[in-house]
């Protein structure tokens, strides 16, 4: 199909060779050329019946739903996110909150120096919440990974197109 054993022995082998302090815990790899997988296979002791958690996999593909809507022309980099929920804003939002753009969310800007993740699970209202925890920093001036924020990314995405981040993006991005 195109691929030769070759290159995927070296890419293993190049893996290897920079993982110089142990860092690089590979599970398990699927190779798919042309909707044909090609190559698989897993390291002990995983295999590849057994389910692995993917951490960070599911932000990437929040990102991809953004990306859709701003292609769609449904949503703006610069639009503010206290404008696309203007009504479900808190009563003590802040003026840095009022100031955090889609753009701050997509890079983890938004000026607040901790992950709001937990705090969104415990309430009721994901949205609202994020938007009461005012940023320390100016947003854009400050990076904190955020495990909060592509919760925020998806209820924009379901807000602006009017359904779920999944539907939005099955007929745009996982049929194809």
């Known amino acids: ?30 190779i798919v050329k042309n909707d044909f997988i090609i190559a698989e296979g897993a390291g002990r002791p995983f295999s590849m019946n057994r389910y692995h958690r993917i951490y960070s996999a599911a932000k990437g593909i929040v990102a991809i ?49 901790e992950d709001t993740c937990s705090e969104l699970f415990q ?12 940023p320390e920093y100016e947003p854009g001036s400050y990076f904190c990974y955020n495990n909060g924020i592509p919760h925020i990314l998806a209820a924009i995405v379901e807000k602006k197109s009017g359904v779920d981040v999944f539907s939005y993006m099955k007929p745009r991005f996982l049929d194809p």
Request: proline letters at 1%.
């Open 123 to 134: 309430s009721g209202n994901w949205v609202k919440t994020f938007l009461s925890l005012a």
């Open 1 to 30: 199909v195109g691929v030769s054993s070759e290159s995927i022995l070296k890419f293993f082998e190049a893996v290897r060779e920079q993982d110089v302090d142990g860092a690089v815990d590979l599970h398990s790899f699927q």
């Open 65 to 113: 739903g953004v990306l859709l809507a701003l292609q769609d022309g449904i949503l703006s980099l610069e639009e503010k996110v206290v404008d696309i929920f203007s009504d479900n804003l808190p009563e003590n939002l802040s003026e840095k909150m009022k100031r955090v753009t889609v753009f701050h969310l997509l890079t983890m800007n938004t000026g607040q120096a």
